[in-house]
């Protein structure tokens, strides 16, 4: 009985047992190896990604304090300090001509750095702490500043200039600007700087303060959150929320889970509350002594990592059987295939192309025959292809020829027809047969698809004159074409589309006379053409389809020019495959109003 389960004797158990071996153990290590290298790999890329998330958030912000600290430097402008001091002990009229001049400097200042609408209001204090002068009301003119521990603060000259909030109320705030339901639009921020008398460096003129909303801030972390599966806050010195992404409450104290987290090995650390673990990053803005907190869920950060853990399972229980099958079918599973996938090799080498890999198995052999197969089949394909290809081409020199076959016959046909009419005593219609001439030569000919502005501008001379014989009291043309201008190169057959879509979609259904303009302007390096009607106009619902169909990508190559398909669409497309995405049609229209079209392409002259 024992000796049925002995190793001693038996090659094949001895492989088994070799096999068992050689992949359980490797594949188990592989499997914890990986696991644990995944989860830290993932627990360092996130606190990599929220950081880089937080210095974003740092640098914008402290770029936004910086402005508005260069904001308050008006206070140490000569003409601002005079209109301070002046109004100190000037009579009525004096001060309010000095508040307006100082409401002027502001406003410009606020343009300058385009802060209009972000500061709210600016507010003056004297010396001693009460208010001088606001731009709008914001703070309650008798409310003694100096009660503020922060203003004291600013006297002794602890600090030179202080951010104070968030806060949605204070004791300084009319009764009218205390929101009855606060929200996180509400809350405010202040900016105060002691200001020096440039006339007394030793001495205080006063303090200014620029009060904005905490929304401002927000604004430079909407863009950060986005694609974030995390949660963000930021708290300040006193440990009070800024911001919370989660729950939105600002001014409450930073929950436990953040309180707990420190900066840790790589600006991280593993913190858990009720039972669960989070990854918390944190970063602070020494700016203004605030912390920043990113908080991610470390169960769906590794959630990933296992569901790898089990396919890592899942494939090492299939190799160990796998490789008990492969170990008892070793000389006959493996070596038959070989050689019958060798003799399908040797007859294809002799250029058998219908030769195929049969009795495919379904281990790497079968694999390779498939590979075979489909590399054999593939041969035969681009074969085909090729043989497919030279007819394409003969057939092509076949067309090509035809065309310059034919335009050759139209234009002696039109040139007899001209020469008929002179003769009559009929010249209008030589000129429309001069000009239909003139029209299918330069639409046929070969030789580059760049001409120059010139002929492409003759090119629609000629169209408007045959339309002309048809609207002649209905239709007047203008142009407006510098001649510097027309030594510049650009694609043929770009206006006649626009042209002909205003004068049968635009002037055509309009009452009474229409107008054609055709202007073209160089700006910086490019060319740009506007062709106006004051045709019908388009619907906005017409309109918008219009551009939908212009920003659809072109499904084949915007060259094509074969009757039925030259239209706007194909104008723009080919503009675009030529010059680039940043050129094109720009399309404006109202209904009863016409229609402009813009067209926008590189300046060049070769």
Known sequence: MMRSFSFGRSIQKKLLLSFMTVSLIPLALLGWVSYSWYADRVESRTAEYNAELMRTFTNDMNQFLVQIEQFSFIAYQDTFQTLWKNSGTADDFGKIRNQLQMNDMLLRQEEFYNFRGIIQSVTLLDDEGYVFYQNRETVKTSYPFDLEPWFDSMRRGEAGDLLIGPYDSQPWLPQSLVPDKPDADSFKLTYARKVSDLERPQGTLGYIMLHFGLKEIRKFLAPLLVGNSGSMLIADREGRIVYDSETGNVGAAVPPAFAKADSGHAGYSVVREQGKSYLITSSGVESVGWVIYCKNDLDELLSDSREMRYITLLFGVASFILAILVSQALSYGLVRPIKRLKNAMLKASQGYLSVKATNLSRDEIGELGQYFNDMIGQIKYLIEQVYQSELHEREAKLNALQAQINPHFLYNTLETINSMAYVEGVPKI?????????????????????????????????????????????????????????????????????????????????????????????????????????????????????????????????????????????????????????????????????????????????
């Not at 045959?466 to 043309?477: H, Q, W």
């Not at 060259?559 to 398909?565: E, T, V």
């Not at 030259?566 to 404006?588: A, C, E, P, T």
């Open 430 to 606: 030589g000129e429309i047969a001069r000009a239909l001439s003139d029209l299918f030569r330069y639409s046929t000919k070969t030789g580059g698809i760049q001409v120059g502005v010139s002929e492409e501008i003759g090119h629609i001379r000629n169209y408007l004159h045959i339309v002309s014989v048809r609207f002649e009291d209905k239709l007047a043309v203008r142009f407006d074409l510098p001649e510097e201008l027309m030594s510049y190169k650009m694609i043929k057959l770009v206006f006649q589309p626009i042209v002909e879509n205003a004068v049968f979609h635009g002037i055509e259904v309009k009452r009474g006379r229409g107008e054609l303009v055709i202007e073209a302007r160089k700006r910086d390096d490019d060319l740009v053409f506007l062709i106006r009607d004051d045709g019908a106009g388009m619907s906005p619902e017409q309109l918008s389809a219009l551009h939908k169909r212009l920003a659809e990508p072109h499904s084949a190559d915007p060259s094509d020019s074969a009757p039925g398909k030259v239209g706007l669409k194909n104008v723009h497309d080919r503009i675009r495959f030529y010059y680039g995405d940043q050129y094109g049609l720009s399309i404006r229209s109202e209904p009863g109003q016409g229609t402009e079209v813009l067209v926008r392409i590189p300046a060049t002259r070769t």
